[in-house]
């Protein structure tokens, strides 16, 4: 069975930084894209990056670039999320996911649904 | 960007009834690149369908989508308990992946 555990979220001040990781298994994790995606409380679904299988394609949403970077270590099966540069609008449950049939994450494009997820980590920023 | 606007917003309803969720487009997209999500609370979001119109693995055929160009729709053809949830709808054929706002199926 495919399985997503994030991991790294807490509470961090404004201007911090974090780093999420996301540990997958149950499918051959260096031939899928993956992604982040976020849920402010009490809100909707934003996307937020997203990394080729092999890692040589970075995307990023327009509210996040700059700031966060993502990476990926196929050795074990680990992608992850530095998050710099913290603000309160930043704060949201994040989900790791995996891009699903129909998807097109490499270097030159990164586009998908999203088939699995991971249960999500809380990041709070706030003084 | 493509904005996706979902109604109505929240959809009272009793089990055993039908439910049509409607996801309309900014502009017009591709039916390739159309998904629905089911979300419930303390959870997170689980695919429904993907290309407008296929039901992801394990997804029970009482769960449909159809639509093209600007105009979507996911129908639950008779509601079950388990299906109040909120709903979403993404389109994802180009970067930035961008969601709706979400529709709220609540038990009437």
């Known amino acids: 069975d495919v399985q997503l555990l994030e991991s790294g979220g807490g509470l961090v001040q404004p201007g911090g930084s974090l780093r999420l990781s996301c540990a997958a298994s149950?499918?051959?994790?260096?031939?899928?894209?993956m992604s982040w995606v976020r849920q402010a409380p009490g809100k909707g679904l934003e996307w937020v990056s997203g990394i080729s299988g092999s890692g040589d394609g970075t995307y990023y949403a327009v509210s996040v670039r700059g700031r966060f970077i993502i990476s990926r270590d196929n050795s074990k099966n680990t992608h992850y999320l530095q998050m710099n540069s913290l603000r309160a609008e930043d704060t949201a449950i994040y989900y790791c996911?995996?891009?699903?049939?129909?998807?097109?994450?490499?270097?030159?494009?990164?586009?998908?649904?999203?088939?699995?997820w991971g249960q999500g980590t809380l990041v709070t920023v706030s003084s | 960007e493509i904005v996706l606007t979902q109604s109505p917003g929240t959809l009272s309803l009793s089990p055993g009834e039908r439910a049509t969720l409607s996801c309309r487009a900014s502009q017009s997209v591709s039916s390739r690149y159309l998904a629905w999500y089911q979300q419930k609370p303390g959870q997170a979001p689980r695919l429904l369908i993907y290309g407008a119109s296929s039901r992801a693995t394990g997804i029970p055929d009482r769960f449909s989508g159809s639509g093209s160009g600007t105009d979507f729709t996911l129908s639950i053809s008779r509601l079950e308990p388990e299906d109040f949830a909120v709903y979403y709808c993404q389109h994802y054929g180009n970067s930035p992946e961008t969601f709706g706002q979400g529709t709220k199926v609540e038990i009437k």
């Open positions: 996911a995996k891009f699903g049939i129909g998807s097109d994450c490499s270097r030159s494009r990164c586009y998908g649904n999203f088939d699995y």
């Open positions: 149950g499918f051959t994790f260096s031939t899928y894209g």
